[in-house]
Nanobody
Framework: QVQLVESGGGLVQPGGSLRLSCAAS????????MRWYRQAPGKEREFVAG????????NYADSVKGRFAISRDNAKNTVYLQMNSLKPEDTAVYYC?????????WGQGTQVTVSS
């Protein structure tokens, strides 16, 4: 059974930092591209960041470029999202996604709230 389990969310003040983790099990992690998405209340889910299987290709949504960094550790079956200089508009549920061709797996999400 495939599981993606996010952790690391919470409440942080504007300008602060958080590091999200997504631990994968039940799949050959190293052959999956990994992505982070987020969904704010009343909005559609949106792409945040993606990383290729070996980590050689990375891309970001324009709204987070220069502030967020995605990375992965294939030995630990884990993908990370380092979030710096957080803004109130970053408040959302953050989801981990594993993709290989037409196969997609999703985690349950972790809440990130940026507020003073």
């Amino acid at each position: 059974q495939v599981q993606l389990v996010e952790s690391g969310g919470g409440l942080v003040q504007p300008g602060g930092s958080l590091r999200l983790s997504c631990a994968a099990s039940g799949l050959a992690f190293s052959v999956y591209a990994m992505r982070w998405y987020r969904q704010a209340p009343g909005k559609e889910r949106e792409f945040v960041a993606g990383i290729s299987q070996a980590g050689g290709s990375i891309n970001y949504a324009d709204s987070v470029k220069g502030r967020f960094a995605i990375s992965r550790d294939n030995a630990k079956n884990t993908v990370y999202l380092q979030m710096n200089s957080l803004k109130p508009e970053d408040t959302a549920v953050y989801y981990c996604n594993g993709n290989m061709y037409t196969i997609n797996y999703w985690g349950q999400g972790t809440q990130v709230t940026v507020s003073s």
